[in-house]
């Protein structure tokens, strides 16, 4: 059975044998990757004389492509957004490179999920760059039937278009398909789909007992 919670007080148990494929967000998810973006950011900003707390970042930001996020700042001058949208790329590959490893629970969960003869997908607001070079060096590319990072020509969530897309791509019905996200954008996004929601609250509750 799968734990299924489509909003903070409401839950329901899913057969998994009714599921035909699982899309997954990957920072905080399938990536421990939250914090190197808050890190990325911040020495972007830094360089300029801005800075945004780790609150902010959780609750205001998180999720969010790294454009919509300097764009919130109301006090960032926007002749800065390019540079600092590049800087904050080139910090967070070199973030991924230093700490990005291979996690046999995720990798386990995954191959346990293709055995059941599930689809699964990969729906980041990340940069298609740094998604794939995150699942290249967590081992866990070769899992993924779709790839799809923010740069694939999607509506950034919390537009559900992503998974929307990727739902008829695969040929299913919202109501076939299992979406696990933890971010509020990411869950918004989720649950406008149409599909069934797993909510986390972060990277360490993405393992097999999820569908166990």
Sequence with gaps: ???VQTSPNFSMNTNLNSIKAVLFDLDGV???ATEWHYEALNRALGLFGFTITREDHI????GLPTKIKLGMMKDLPEALHPIIN???AEYTMRLIELHCRPAYEKILMLKYLKSQGLKIACCSNATTESVNEMLKRAELTSYFDIIYGNTSGFKSKPDPEIYIETIKNFGFLPSECLIVEDSPHGIEAAQASGAKVIQVKGYSEVNLSLFD
Excluded at 59 to 62: F, G, R
């Design 1 to 3: 059975m799968v734990f």
């Design 30 to 32: 399938l990536i421990d």
């Design 59 to 62: 609750e205001k930001y998180n």
């Design 86 to 88: 590049k800087l904050k």
